[in-house]
């Protein structure tokens, strides 16, 4: 599914002047003359800016679609892919406080390896890894309180 340039215009036109909205609420700092809408501020500037423009080129452009189907998503290959990922989505939804992170992140990124017909061997080696490298990233470094499900507790 494509969208025209219109189309993705008016939708973040209208996420940075809600976005505008919402930090002009924002206090302020004591005794300075910025405070913790500033930002926010900022980047709704910016985003309003950059979606007019996209807005603006997408109603020049007038002879495209607002929304349309792409012809690689015609195939059968990529609905297929699709539906795969949803259907991904919805195991990692169910399976992850049961499984933990671990085995449900290294099915996930084996079952999309296998789609994408990477051999398997490379496949199985890269899923693991990829799982592994995540949690210690998520768990130590961001503090993510993940599940654990089968897996004992690990070293970090």
Not at 8 to 21: C, K, N, P, R, T
Not at 25 to 31: E, Q, V
Not at 114 to 130: E, S
């Amino acid at each position: 599914m494509r969208f025209n340039d219109a189309t993705i215009g008016a939708i973040f036109l209208l996420l940075g002047v809600s976005l505008a909205w919402y930090s002009h609420g924002l206090p302020a700092i004591p005794g300075q003359d910025y405070g913790a809408a500033t930002f926010p501020l900022m980047v709704a500037v910016g985003l309003i800016g950059c979606s007019a423009r996209l807005l603006y080129s997408g109603i020049r452009n007038g002879g495209e679609p607002w929304v349309f189907l792409a012809d690689e998503v015609r195939s059968p290959r990529a609905l297929a892919g699709v539906a795969a990922m949803l259907a991904l989505v919805i195991f990692y939804i169910l399976f992850d406080r049961i499984l933990g992170f671990i085995p449900t992140a290294f099915i996930i990124t084996l079952v999309m390896f296998l789609i994408l017909k990477v051999h398997p061997a490379k496949a199985v080696i890269i899923a693991t890894v990829a799982a592994f490298a995540c949690d210690f990233i998520f768990r130590t470094m961001l503090l993510v309180p993940l599940p654990f499900g089968i897996v004992p507790r690990l070293p970090w």
